[in-house]
C-alpha cells in the first residue's frame, strides 16, 4: 500500500528526542487542522519530496478531532510496540475511518480554564453556511413563537442560532420615517416585521393578495366563483350508495294516499254539480279608474312648506276704486320709471264708468304661469293626521260612589262664644274633640251629639292644641304664651285617671340632666284634685312667642313644639330667621326639654316624627328637611317648589308626604324616590291651603283653605312598588263662611270613623259624617 509504503520511509530515520518530547508535551486534542503528511503520526513527510514544492493541501470538510486522537495512540504504539508497525497503522487507520463515518457532531477540545483552573470542554463555533440544516433560513432570528412584546423594553430582540443576542436595529423617529419614504420609491410596498424589528419588502404575490382583500374578492388567485357544477350524485354509476339518514323509508313515498284521493274526489264532484265555479275571466271595464299619484307614505320628517296661497283681491283692484286709491301723475310716472321687479304692485288702479268698459288683463297669462309654477314646485306630501278623542285623554278615574265610604254633609256644628278657633284636637279612641279659639277658651265636647263637658279659660291667646296618641292615659297640651300647660279631661275611669297623674305628676322626680335646660317644668300645687287648673305646666324660655304648632311621636314620650319669636330688643333675631327656630323637643319621662338645633335656615314653619322610623321632618319657609334623629345627620332635602309652605302631614305609612302651602300648590312627595314632587295637584283651591291631614286607617286625606271650602281625596297606597299612588278628588265641603280674608283654619280627622271635624274663622267647629 502507499500509505503503508509511506510510512515506513518516514520511520527509517532515527527519531530525535526532541521531536517526541515536543509530542508528548501537547495536551490532549491540542492540534488545529493539521495536513494529511501530518495526520497519520504528526512527523513531518519522507525526504523524498525535498526539493519539490509542496502544494498547498485541501481542507478536509470533515472533524479532525479524531485524527488527532490516532495520530497520539499511533506515537504511543510507536513507542511501545515498534515489531507490528505495519500491521498497527493499518488498523489505527481503518478504525479513525469509522469513527469519522459514525460521528455526525463536532468533537469539543478539552482546555484549562482561565477563572477556575479545572478542564472545561469547548466546542468549536457552527457555521451555518456549511454544517447547518437550516442554511436556507433567511431570518437570523431564531427567537421562536413567543409573544415579541416580551422584547419591548430589552434591547435585543432574540437571539441567533449561535445563542447570541440579536439587537435590535436603530428607528429614527416619525420625521425619519417620512423622509425614508420619501427617498425610497418602494416604501408603500414594505411592512413591519416584528421578529426582525424592520421594514420588509413585500413580494409580488403578497401585494396581490393585499389587493384581493381590499376588493372583497378571494385571495386565492386560483379559485374560480364561476366554475361548473360537479354532479358527484348524478348520472349512471354515481348513484348514492349509502343514504344520508339511517331512518326507514316513510311509507307514503310509493302509496298514494286514500285520504287526499277523498278530498279530490269531492272537489271534482262540487265542481260536476255546479256547486264550485271557476272564476271569471276579467273584462275590460268601460268605467274610469283613477289612481292618487301624489300619495306618498307618511313620513317623520318634517312637512314641508305648502304652496303660496293667491292673495285676495282689495279695493286697488276695483274697475270703480274710490278716488283715495287712484295714483296721481307724479305716482304714475315714478311708478312706470321703477323696475319690474321693484315695484310695490304689478299694476296701477283705474277707474271705469261701467263693467262693460273694462278692458282684458294684459298680466292674466304671466300671473298664470307664476301660479302654475309655484303650485309645480311645491312638493306633495301626506299628512298622517291624529284623530284624538279627547276625552281618551283623560285618566281613567273611579266612580266616587265606588269609593266609599268618606264624609259628603255636616252633620252638627259646634260654635265658640267669639274668637277664631284656630286649633282643635280629637283624643285616640275618637269621642272627644278639644278645640281652642284666640280668646283663650278651650272646650272639650262630644263627637256624637257636640254636647260640651268641659270649658277652660286660659285667659291668652292659644296657638296650639294636641291630645296625647297614649291609650293607657288621657290628657292634651295647650300652648299659649310662652307656656304649656297639661290638662286632663274630666271623668274618666280610675285606672286612667290614676296613670295620668303618675305620669304628670309623679311622687318622685327623675335625677335632672346632665346639661341644664332653659326650659322649665313645673307641677303647681293641688293640680292633681282640681280639674280646672293644668296638673303640669312647662314655662319655656323669655320671649319664646306662642307655641304655634304641637306634633306628638306616636309613642306618646315626646311632644315637639314650634314657637313663633317675638321681635324684642332683648334677643336680635336676623332678618333671615337664622337661629335655633324656636324648635322644642321634650321628653315626659325624663322631664327634660332641648333644642335640637342650634341653627336653621330660614323660618321653621312646622315639624313632624316619622310614624315607624326614627326622623324628624322640619318645614321651613320652601324647603322640607328630614333628619335622622338616631345618627343626628341631614337625610334629605325636600323641594316642593312652594313659595311658602303653610301645612305639612306624613302618611301613616311614612312613605309619603304631603305639602301645602300659601300660593295653592298640593305636592305629593314619594319619598322613596326623588326629592322633587311625584305629583302637584293646582287650582282645587281657590286660595290658600291652611290645613292638611291623612286619615290613620282609611284611605283618605283631606285639604282645608281660606276659599271655606274642604278637599276630601281619595289615597290609595299599594305594596306593589311598581303600582303608584291612586289619588282620586271625592268631595267639595262647603259650610264654613269665610271672615276678614280667612276660611277653614285646620282640619281633623275621627280615627275610627269616616268622619272629618273642622275648625273655621267663623268661630264655628264642623263635624263631617258620611
Avoid at 508497525?85 to 489505527?92: K, Q
Avoid at 252638627?412 to 280668646?439: M, Q, Y
Avoid at 301645612?647 to 312627595?669: A, T
Avoid at 271650602?709 to 305594596?719: E, G, K, L, P, T
Wanted: glycine residues 6%; contains cysteine; negative net charge.
Amino acid at each position: 500500500m502507499a500509505r503503508g509504503t509511506g510510512e515506513k520511509k518516514r520511520k527509517q530515520p532515527v527519531v530525535e528526542d526532541s521531536d517526541h518530547s515536543d509530542v508528548e508535551a501537547l495536551p490532549e486534542g491540542g492540534m488545529d487542522m493539521p495536513s494529511e503528511e501530518e495526520g497519520e503520526d504528526g512527523v513531518p513527510g519522507s525526504d523524498d519530496d525535498d526539493d519539490e514544492v509542496d502544494e498547498f493541501p485541501e481542507i478536509d470538510a470533515r472533524s479532525d478531532s479524531d485524527d488527532v486522537d490516532t495520530d497520539e495512540e499511533e506515537v504511543e504504539e510507536d513507542e511501545d510496540e515498534d515489531e507490528d508497525e505495519d500491521g498497527s497503522e493499518e488498523d489505527d487507520a481503518e478504525s479513525g475511518t469509522e469513527d469519522e463515518e459514525h460521528h455526525i457532531f463536532p468533537q469539543a477540545k478539552t482546555v484549562i480554564s482561565k477563572i477556575t483552573g479545572q478542564p472545561k470542554k469547548v466546542y468549536p463555533e457552527i457555521e451555518p453556511d456549511y454544517d447547518s440544516d437550516s442554511s436556507t433560513e433567511d431570518a437570523p432570528n431564531r427567537v421562536g413563537n413567543v409573544p415579541m412584546h416580551w422584547y419591548d423594553d430589552l434591547p435585543h430582540v432574540g437571539y441567533s442560532i449561535d445563542g447570541k443576542k440579536v439587537l435590535k436595529p436603530a428607528r429614527g423617529d416619525e420625521l425619519d420615517k417620512f423622509l425614508q419614504t420619501v427617498d425610497d420609491p418602494s416604501a408603500w410596498t414594505s411592512a413591519f416585521d416584528k421578529n426582525t424589528q424592520m421594514d420588509k419588502p413585500l413580494t409580488a404575490e403578497e401585494l396581490d393578495i393585499i389587493r384581493r382583500l381590499q376588493a372583497h374578492e378571494n385571495p386565492d388567485a386560483s379559485y374560480d366563483p364561476y366554475e361548473p357544477t360537479i354532479e358527484w350524485f348524478t348520472g349512471k354509476g354515481k348513484e348514492e350508495v349509502m343514504p344520508l339518514s339511517a331512518a326507514p323509508e316513510p311509507k307514503r313515498r310509493w302509496v298514494p294516499s286514500k285520504w287526499e284521493k277523498q278530498k279530490v274526489m269531492k272537489i271534482v264532484r262540487a265542481i260536476r254539480q255546479g256547486r264550485i265555479l271557476p272564476a271569471k275571466p276579467k273584462t275590460a271595464s268601460s268605467q274610469q279608474r283613477f289612481y292618487a299619484i301624489w300619495n306618498e307614505e307618511p313620513s317623520s320628517h318634517a312637512p314641508p312648506l305648502p304652496a303660496p296661497k293667491p292673495r285676495l283681491p282689495t279695493h286697488n283692484e276695483s274697475y270703480n276704486p274710490p278716488e283715495e286709491y287712484l295714483p296721481t301723475e307724479e305716482e304714475r310716472k315714478e311708478w312706470e320709471a321703477t323696475d319690474k321687479e321693484d315695484r310695490e304692485r304689478d299694476y296701477l288702479p283705474q277707474k271705469y264708468p261701467s263693467l262693460r268698459l273694462v278692458p282684458a288683463y294684459d298680466q292674466f297669462i304671466q300671473e298664470r304661469f307664476s301660479r302654475q309654477l309655484d303650485l309645480y314646485l311645491a312638493p306633495r306630501i301626506q299628512r298622517a293626521k291624529l284623530n284624538i278623542d279627547p276625552n281618551s285623554l283623560i285618566p281613567k278615574l273611579p266612580s266616587p260612589s265606588s269609593l266609599r265610604p268618606y264624609p259628603n254633609y255636616r252633620s252638627l256644628n259646634f260654635r265658640h262664644t267669639k274668637g277664631r278657633v284656630r286649633c282643635l284636637s280629637i283624643s285616640p279612641d275618637g269621642g272627644w274633640v278639644v278645640s281652642a279659639d284666640e280668646e283663650g277658651i278651650v272646650s272639650l265636647w262630644e263627637v256624637m251629639v257636640g254636647r260640651e263637658v268641659k270649658r277652660w279659660n286660659m285667659k291668652e291667646k292659644v296657638g296650639g292644641v294636641e291630645w296625647c296618641p297614649r291609650t293607657d292615659v288621657s290628657f292634651f297640651v295647650v300652648g299659649t304664651d310662652e307656656k304649656l300647660h297639661f290638662l286632663v279631661p274630666p271623668n274618666l275611669p280610675s285606672m286612667v285617671l290614676a296613670a295620668t297623674q303618675l305620669l304628670l305628676a309623679p311622687p318622685t322626680l327623675p335625677p335632672a340632666p346632665a346639661t341644664p335646660s332653659p326650659v322649665k317644668w313645673s307641677n303647681p300645687p293641688s293640680a292633681t284634685t282640681s280639674d280646672n287648673k293644668p296638673i303640669l305646666a312647662i314655662d319655656l324660655p323669655q320671649s319664646s312667642g306662642i307655641p304655634k304648632h304641637i306634633t306628638w311621636h306616636r309613642k306618646g314620650d315626646y311632644f315637639a313644639t314650634v314657637c313663633e319669636f317675638h321681635l324684642t330688643d332683648s334677643i336680635p333675631v336676623s332678618a333671615s330667621g337664622e337661629g335655633q327656630g324656636g324648635v322644642w323637643i321634650h321628653q315626659l319621662s325624663r322631664r327634660h326639654s332641648q333644642a335640637p338645633f342650634r341653627k336653621v335656615k330660614g323660618s321653621v314653619q312646622l315639624v313632624l316624627f316619622h310614624p315607624t322610623k326614627p326622623q324628624f321632618f322640619v318645614a321651613t319657609q320652601r324647603y322640607v328637611r328630614v333628619y335622622n334623629l338616631a345618627e343626628q345627620k341631614l337625610l334629605k332635602t325636600l323641594i316642593p317648589g312652594i313659595r311658602w309652605i303653610s301645612s305639612m302631614d306624613v302618611h301613616p305609612s311614612g312613605d309619603h308626604l304631603i305639602v301645602g302651602g300659601y300660593d295653592r300648590k298640593l305636592c305629593w312627595f314619594d319619598l322613596e324616590l326623588s326629592e322633587k314632587p311625584y305629583k302637584i295637584m293646582r287650582y282645587y283651591h281657590s286660595r290658600a291651603i291652611r290645613s292638611l291631614h291623612f286619615h290613620p286607617t282609611y284611605p283618605l286625606f283631606a285639604s282645608s283653605s281660606d276659599d271655606g271650602s274642604i278637599q276630601v281625596f281619595h289615597a290609595r297606597i299599594y305594596n306593589d312598588l311598581m303600582t303608584d299612588p291612586l289619588i282620586v278628588p271625592l268631595k267639595i265641603l262647603r259650610g264654613h263662611e269665610v271672615k276678614e280674608g280667612l276660611g277653614v283654619l285646620q282640619v281633623k280627622w275621627v280615627p275610627k270613623q269616616p268622619w272629618l271635624v273642622s275648625a273655621g274663622a267663623d268661630s264655628s267647629v264642623a263635624v263631617w259624617c258620611n
